[in-house]
């Protein structure tokens, strides 16, 4: 209660005070909800489409990713950019989505051609910056050129590699790639970090 100037209690007072009271609560409430929500919407999300985890499947990706390491996949990259020589990425071979992912690097882009001979990687006639000894050819022992959205992926460990230069994996449409490996889970003696 309140007394005005002139000596009279105003009930109002107190209800006003109530009522300033009683919307700051609300607000409370509801940033709170409208924060929860968000935060859920977000681990779903990031569930869903960043941090989706596989396993390397053999040794093609050594010494960067071992067998049966666990990597974590970036699902929504290739929603806004385009894959890029030098990601490694982890595609279904063929669309086969029935079989474990492949994860391997990007070695040519659409449009480009490829040709390995005498060990080394050549694209569009020059010799690969990338280039790793590749004494295995495959399909790429004569002039390869990639079509629209088609990339041309190996692994690391060229000597002990399945990838696009065996006939039965090819190229690798971008409608096959599930999304970029970015991230390698702690494995062994070697501890968690992005992948390069």
Known sequence: MKKNNLGIIDLNYKSKENNKLDIVIVYDIIFWIFGIA???????????FVGVKTSVVGSGMEPKLFNSEEVLLNKI????S???RGDVIAFHPNGNENTHL??????????ET????QGSVYINDEMSAMDTETLDAGVAAEPLTM?????FVMGDNRVNSEDSRSANIGNVNRSMIVGKVWYHLKYEDIRM???E
């Open 38 to 48: 968000a935060a859920i919407f977000l681990g779903i999300m990031t569930a869903n």
């Open 77 to 80: 990259i290739y929603q806004f």
């Open 82 to 84: 385009t894959p890029q």
């Open 102 to 111: 492949y994860v391997k690097r990007i070695i040519a882009l659409p449009g």
């Open 114 to 117: 490829i040709q390995i001979k």
């Open 147 to 151: 079509g629209e959205d088609e990339y």
């Open 193 to 195: 970090g992005k992948v």
